[in-house]
């Protein structure tokens, strides 16, 4: 099998470089191993920025998302029992974050990638990223009727997350990694009941940090900072309802709308980046090139940045043989993940209890909370980083 652009990984990265690509007349394939089935029923991120949103519509795949995508204007900063709101669009000249499930954008770029005769290789197994380094790259795997596959390819993007077999494909040698681990995770539920807010809540309790979110009018998702190595199972519903509760508690009589739980988990929480995010004809993006804390919802957002850089480089090749965008690629993206490690980083760090921390810390960590919900240069800055820099 040969095609131009062999992708690894069916997630919001792979299928997004796919789609523009075709749009450009470049083919490609993506290689997945899981089902179509599990990745459009795994519930993950939510908030897309500004720019994801238009690049949907610019990439035609918007529809869906400006009819159902919920829009918001801002978002509430919970302190001292008392919310304080953050005006996105009157802070950064109109721009919007909007509330759209990671997996519908997913179902909608699966479609348009079938509509159009893309070729999505699902459930596949043994995926290995060969050769990189010379002009004909190759991804092996087997398929779903167990054959075995080899794709011979002019690039490789390895968009398969922070376990997948691309960014180990860069020896280490020739790489750096950069990583932070958190002393904390997140608890997170998926509940059937109404909305308790119009706008996300980030709250900081001295008893640790919760987020209230949204997913549908029906389901809301939560979260509220646990250990690590915690057990779901150590959770009951009462249990979960009263932490959550106390965590949003104050003075002005705030209560959530609880309802029944059907899901939980522990998402831990770390700050990674790999760079360079190239070698040879390998180009990696999103999570298997760098992963942020959730706090602040860069993580799909940055892996649409990235493929926004990355489909004009190849972009460019295929139209006049120049390599120029390809060789800066890495350079490019990574300019903007940093800034969004530094964002992610420092709304954890705001919002978060830290065990062992002084009081002087949280003396200090309530007057940064003061100086972001009443300065306005300091709201405007995040407000910006929220609903994400323009991409160049
Ligand atoms: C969600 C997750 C986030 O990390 C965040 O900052 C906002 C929303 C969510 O899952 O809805």
Same mark, same amino acid.
């Given at each position: 099998m040969r095609t131009q652009v062999g992708i690894v990984g069916a997630g919001p990265a792979g299928l997004m470089l796919s789609h523009l690509l075709h749009l450009r007349g470049v083919e490609s394939v993506v290689v997945e191993s899981r089902s179509r089935e599990a990745i459009e029923a795994t519930i993950r991120a939510g908030i897309l920025e500004q720019s994801t949103v238009d690049m949907m519509a610019r990439a035609g795949v918007g529809d869906r998302l400006k009819r159902e995508g919920v829009v918001h204007h801002g978002t509430i900063l919970r302190f001292n029992g008392r919310d304080h709101r953050i005006d996105f669009e009157g802070l950064t000249g109109g721009r919007v974050a909007t509330l759209y499930p990671q997996h519908e954008v997913l179902k909608d770029l699966i479609k348009a990638r079938l509509d159009a005769g893309g070729d999505i290789r699902f459930e596949a197994k043994d995926t290995v990223v060969e +050769?990189?380094?010379?002009p004909r790259p190759r991804i092996r795997f087997t398929d779903k009727d167990g054959r075995a596959q080899n794709l011979e390819c002019d690039f490789v993007a390895g968009? +398969?997350?922070?376990?997948?077999v691309s960014r180990p494909a860069i020896p280490q040698d020739k790489r750096k990694d950069y990583l932070r681990i958190y002393p904390f995770g997140w608890f997170g539920i998926l509940c059937e009941?109404?909305?308790?807010?119009?706008e996300l809540v980030y709250a900081r309790h001295p008893r640790g940090f919760a987020l209230i979110s949204s997913r549908t009018p029906e389901v809301q998702r939560m979260y509220f900072q646990c250990d690590? /190595?915690?057990?779901? +199972? /150590?959770?009951s519903e009462d249990r979960i309802w009263e932490e959550l509760q106390t965590r949003v508690s104050g003075e002005d009589g705030f209560r959530l709308k609880e309802g029944r739980i059907f899901q939980k988990n522990i998402v831990p929480m770390r700050s990674f980046v790999c760079?360079?995010?190239?070698h040879g004809r390998l180009f990696i993006a999103g999570d298997a090139a760098h992963t942020v804390p959730p706090t602040g919802a860069k993580g799909m957002n940055l892996a649409m940045a990235d493929i926004h850089v990355l489909d004009r480089a190849l972009g460019r090749f295929y139209a006049d043989g120049s390599t120029d965008l390809l060789d800066t690629y890495s350079e490019t993206a990574l300019k903007r993940v940093w800034r969004a490690q530094h964002f992610s980083w420092w709304m954890t760090s705001m919002l978060h209890r830290f065990e062992g921390a002084s009081e002087f810390d949280e003396k200090r960590q309530l007057a940064e909370l003061d100086l972001v919900t009443s300065s306005v240069p300091a709201a405007t800055s995040l407000a910006q980083n929220y609903v994400g820099l323009p991409l160049e």
């Amino acid at each position: 099998m040969r095609t131009q652009v062999g992708i690894v990984g069916a997630g919001p990265a792979g299928l997004m470089l796919s789609h523009l690509l075709h749009l450009r007349g470049v083919e490609s394939v993506v290689v997945e191993s899981r089902s179509r089935e599990a990745i459009e029923a795994t519930i993950r991120a939510g908030i897309l920025e500004q720019s994801t949103v238009d690049m949907m519509a610019r990439a035609g795949v918007g529809d869906r998302l400006k009819r159902e995508g919920v829009v918001h204007h801002g978002t509430i900063l919970r302190f001292n029992g008392r919310d304080h709101r953050i005006d996105f669009e009157g802070l950064t000249g109109g721009r919007v974050a909007t509330l759209y499930p990671q997996h519908e954008v997913l179902k909608d770029l699966i479609k348009a990638r079938l509509d159009a005769g893309g070729d999505i290789r699902f459930e596949a197994k043994d995926t290995v990223v060969e +050769d990189v380094e010379s002009p004909r790259p190759r991804i092996r795997f087997t398929d779903k009727d167990g054959r075995a596959q080899n794709l011979e390819c002019d690039f490789v993007a390895g968009c +398969d997350g922070s376990y997948g077999v691309s960014r180990p494909a860069i020896p280490q040698d020739k790489r750096k990694d950069y990583l932070r681990i958190y002393p904390f995770g997140w608890f997170g539920i998926l509940c059937e009941a109404p909305p308790s807010s119009e706008e996300l809540v980030y709250a900081r309790h001295p008893r640790g940090f919760a987020l209230i979110s949204s997913r549908t009018p029906e389901v809301q998702r939560m979260y509220f900072q646990c250990d690590p /190595n915690d057990k779901t +199972d /150590n959770w009951s519903e009462d249990r979960i309802w009263e932490e959550l509760q106390t965590r949003v508690s104050g003075e002005d009589g705030f209560r959530l709308k609880e309802g029944r739980i059907f899901q939980k988990n522990i998402v831990p929480m770390r700050s990674f980046v790999c760079e360079p995010m190239q070698h040879g004809r390998l180009f990696i993006a999103g999570d298997a090139a760098h992963t942020v804390p959730p706090t602040g919802a860069k993580g799909m957002n940055l892996a649409m940045a990235d493929i926004h850089v990355l489909d004009r480089a190849l972009g460019r090749f295929y139209a006049d043989g120049s390599t120029d965008l390809l060789d800066t690629y890495s350079e490019t993206a990574l300019k903007r993940v940093w800034r969004a490690q530094h964002f992610s980083w420092w709304m954890t760090s705001m919002l978060h209890r830290f065990e062992g921390a002084s009081e002087f810390d949280e003396k200090r960590q309530l007057a940064e909370l003061d100086l972001v919900t009443s300065s306005v240069p300091a709201a405007t800055s995040l407000a910006q980083n929220y609903v994400g820099l323009p991409l160049e």
